[in-house]
């Protein structure tokens, strides 16, 4: 079993709807939450980050934690047509996260359809 | 905005070359990291660096070295490339209590 699961889509949704995409870990350890896009032939790019459980808002975007149920979720509102991507979860269990290793999800392919 | 640049954005080499793949930062971040990215394997860290000179492998070391001669400059080594490390290769750095940041990675093909 992978330490963290990410169901890789594809999935496609019209504009303007609310997208949710998801991770599960196994690891309880895991503290620190990041949330990365990935467009088609560029490299990831960090969307936002959360320690611990709680929820963290950014513009259209929402990251939300239950380490009690060792569930991850990225919410978009208002989806556009340039949220079409790949996201990928990643996580560690260090508070010193920047010096530690990542364990990411496989990633998630999103579509948006106008 | 944190910059990390890949040398090349596509590469193709023969079975056995050695080959080099490059990244520069410009943030003057401590740490470094090299992946390689598979369809439905995700992310694999391949070597790591805290320091110029340091290095740590990550999951997936063999078949690769790494050279940190210079803190913004890290460098992946294939010493004998095979067919079976084609793939998309990814820089990243960090810094303390800072996600990692990525380059926008080398499409390697081996023939």
């Known amino acids: 079993q992978k330490e963290v699961e990410q169901d890789p889509g594809p999935l496609s949704v019209p504009e303007g709807a609310i997208v949710s995409l998801n991770c599960t870990y196994s690891n309880s350890a895991f503290q620190y939450f990041m949330w990365y896009r990935q467009y088609s032939r560029k490299g990831p790019e960090l969307l936002m980050y959360?320690?611990?459980?709680g929820n963290k808002e950014d513009g259209r975007f929402t990251a939300q934690v239950d380490k009690s149920s060792k569930y991850i979720s990225l919410f978009i509102r208002d989806s556009q047509p340039s949220d079409s991507a790949t996201y990928l979860c990643a996580m560690t269990s260090s508070s010193n996260f920047g010096n530690e290793k990542l364990t990411f999800g496989t990633g998630t392919r999103l579509t948006i359809i106008p | 905005d944190v910059k990390v640049t890949q040398s090349s954005r596509y590469l193709v080499k023969r079975t056995g070359e050695k080959v080099f793949l490059e990244c520069v930062q410009d943030?003057?971040?401590?740490?470094m990291f090299w992946y390689r990215q598979d369809p439905g394997l995700g992310l694999r860290l391949i070597y790591f660096?805290?320091?110029?000179?340091?290095?740590e492998k990550g999951d997936i070391p063999e078949g690769y070295s790494v050279s940190r001669e210079k803190k913004e400059r890290f460098s992946l080594i294939l010493e004998s490339a095979s067919t079976n490390q084609t793939s998309m290769y990814l820089c990243?750095?960090?810094?303390?209590?800072?996600?990692?940041?990525f380059g926008d990675g080398t499409r390697l093909s081996i023939l």
């Open positions: 660096s805290y320091d110029v000179k340091m290095k």
């Open positions: 990243a750095s960090s810094t303390q209590n800072q996600p990692q940041h």
């Open positions: 943030m003057d971040h401590e740490n």
């Open positions: 959360t320690y611990s459980s």
